[in-house]
Nanobody, 121 residues
Framework: QVQLVESGGGLVQTGGSLRLSCATS????????LGWFRQAPGKEREFVAA???????AYADSVKGRFTISRDNAKNTVYLQMNSLKPEDTAVYYC???????????????WGQGTQVTVSS
């Protein structure tokens, strides 16, 4: 069992930055792959970024070059640095853990409760 708790969301202006954190507990952090997803009102939850146990990363095209995912195995924490934010980035952001390095939502077994990110124009 894995518990995930996101933090760092908030209100920011267009062009601003935020760093999301996801603290985990339970199963050994370094043994699973991690991802960030987001869900805007009226839309399905979509993939944002993933980081594998090896450190390999993947990004959605919409955030490539603006967002960076990283992990600190010593702190059992995964981060999402978000720069050059746009109003269309407004969503609830979720971190998730998986036994597979994947961009597919259904491959993620454990989820956090989400943190709201709002980008004003």
């Amino acid at each position: 069992q894995v518990q995930l708790v996101e933090s760092g969301g908030g209100l920011v202006q267009t062009g601003g930055s935020l760093r999301l954190s996801c603290a985990t507990s339970g199963r050994t952090f370094s043994t699973y792959d991690l991802g960030w997803f987001r869900q805007a009102p009226g839309k399905e939850r979509e993939f944002v970024a993933a980081i594998g146990r090896s450190g390999a990363t993947a990004y959605a095209d919409s955030v490539k070059g603006r967002f960076t995912i990283s992990r600190d195995n010593a702190k059992n924490t995964v981060y999402l640095q978000m720069n050059s934010l746009k109003p269309e980035d407004t969503a609830v952001y979720y971190c998730a853990a998986s036994e597979f390095y994947s961009v597919l939502r259904n491959n993620y077994k454990y989820w956090g409760q989400g943190t709201q990110v709002t980008v004003s124009s």
